[in-house]
């Protein structure tokens, strides 16, 4: 379980349990290496495999929502944005 926050400086910080277990990536979702490379160094292996597992699954909704756009879009629909 953890929690993400849009940071006033534009970076997202994600807490989970434990005083050790943060990110703080500039972009949300983002890929594996910027969840291990801005994360507190003692954060557990758990926590950024959890982390990690749902910026994938955000990631790829967000790729099935642009797929279904264009083939709306080239059916000829208009796409609200």
């Given at each position: ?9 534009g ?6 349990v ?64």
């Open positions: 379980m953890f929690s993400v926050h849009r940071l006033p400086s970076y997202y910080h994600i807490r989970g434990g005083l050790c277990n943060w990110t703080q990536p500039s972009q949300w979702p983002c890929e594996a290496g910027e969840i291990e490379a801005c994360a507190f160094p003692e954060a557990s292996p758990r926590f950024l495999a959890e982390v990690e597992k749902e910026s994938n699954r955000l990631m790829a909704l967000a790729q099935k929502a642009r797929e279904l756009e264009e083939a709306a879009l080239a059916a000829g629909y208009e796409v609200a944005k």
